[in-house]
């Protein structure tokens, strides 16, 4: 059986957003229940209008190009500081194969702190594809930390998405 992002997943990734980890239980980004996916979507009705339903704004952000994976496959454990270090480190080598298989033109980091990981899974990748590799907080801790992951998602869609000098 697919994990729920794989039937998500287009064919051609054109913008890959990379998050640390899923979260445990039944939330998830492609289930449309989460923080990060009411932001992102947030940011995509500022550029390409409203959507009905969160499978409605799945099915769009899928049919552009655009998918979320995590540098971990499995929860981390956001308690112990170095068992969390530990679980990016260990999950570098299987990112790094999964952007072997999407071969993305933009790789879009949504927490500042990974960004190192992501980058060390594009060097193993040995891919050519990637044009751009951008930063964005994670937007947790504050409304002005979802303010600014909106803001920046916004900028980067109408840069790179479609309707773009970019697509």
Excluded at 7 to 35: D, M, S
Excluded at 51 to 73: A, M, T, V, Y
């Amino acid at each position: 059986m697919l994990a729920i992002s794989e039937i998500y997943r287009p064919n051609q990734v054109k913008i890959l957003f990379v998050a640390e980890a899923p979260g445990g239980g039944e939330k998830h980004f492609y289930h449309g229940n989460t923080n990060l996916y009411r932001t992102i979507r947030g940011a995509f009705e500022i550029v390409y209008g409203n959507f009905n339903s969160p499978e409605d704004f799945i099915k769009f952000f899928k049919s552009i190009g655009c998918f979320l994976d995590h540098l971990s496959q499995a929860p981390l454990d956001k308690t112990n500081r170095q068992a969390r270090l530990e679980g990016r480190k260990s999950a570098v080598a299987s990112l790094s194969s999964r952007i072997n298989e999407m071969n993305p033109e933009i790789v879009v980091v949504l927490m500042r702190e990974i960004t190192p990981f992501v980058e060390s899974a594009l060097g193993q990748s040995n891919i050519r594809s990637v044009q751009s590799l951008l930063v964005v907080p994670y937007p947790a801790g504050s409304h002005a930390n979802k303010q600014n992951c909106i803001s920046e998602i916004t900028q980067i869609l109408k840069q790179y998405g479609p309707e773009s000098d970019f697509a």
